[in-house]
């Protein structure tokens, strides 16, 4: 089994896992296993060969893992800075094409190199943080509410359940001034759902309809 694994991914079939590996190649030489797997990098769960070398790491039977950028591992950074962490505790040196620049900290010598790496470890923590912040900041200055209407994302999307269409609320109003109930227009007011199956309007939705309606 090799001490040096190239892991290779890509998540659509525009990319090419070629060009990758031609970069890869170039930051080892001698012998290597080559992992491809296509697969979203935030869906940790279905990336099944990457989960086996993350054993194998912890079996100490990789010493080197070569990426062609640190997003093929973790696009999210507190969990790339978790699975440095990994490494750094069972001897395994990642390479990537795309931040060579990391190459250099593994030339200090020690006891500098684990402070350096220390610094570096910490600081992708702190970015992760701030990148989380400033995320969440986004998206509630991007949510918007307009008086009578749903609310949106900033992308214009509507959130929550999508209304039912302007049929059914002429329908309930028909109705009401027919003199029904609201029970009994729940009953008789249908809508079919995204799988074509029929259903009834619900009190609720007929109380709300009517209630915007005073």
Excluded at 203 to 210: E, M, N, P
């Amino acid at each position: 089994m090799n001490n040096k694994v190239i892991y290779i991914r890509t998540s659509t079939e525009e990319q090419n896992p070629e060009n990758q590996l031609k970069d890869c190649k170039t930051l080892i030489s001698g012998e290597y296993e080559v992992v491809e797997e296509k697969q979203s990098a935030f869906k940790d769960k279905d990336r099944l060969k990457f989960e086996d070398i993350k054993k194998r790491i912890k079996n100490g039977e990789v010493s080197e893992l070569i990426c062609w950028d640190w997003d093929r591992l973790f696009r999210n950074r507190k969990k790339l800075k978790e699975f440095f962490e990994l490494c750094k505790m069972y001897k395994c040196q990642i390479h990537s094409f795309r931040q060579s620049f990391f190459e250099d900290f593994y030339k200090i010598p020690p006891p500098f190199d684990e402070i350096i790496q220390e610094l570096v470890l910490n600081l992708m923590g702190w970015l992760a943080e701030d990148e989380s912040k400033k995320k969440g900041e986004r998206v509630k200055n991007a949510v918007r509410r307009k008086e009578g209407k749903p609310t949106k994302s900033y992308k214009g999307n509507k959130w929550g359940r999508k209304s039912l269409n302007e049929k059914v609320i002429s329908q309930i109003l028909k109705l009401r001034q027919n003199g029904l109930s609201i029970r009994e227009i729940s009953k008789q007011v249908y809508y079919w759902d995204k799988n074509s199956h029929k259903k009834c309007v619900s009190i609720g939705y007929v109380s709300k309809v009517l209630k915007n309606e005073v």
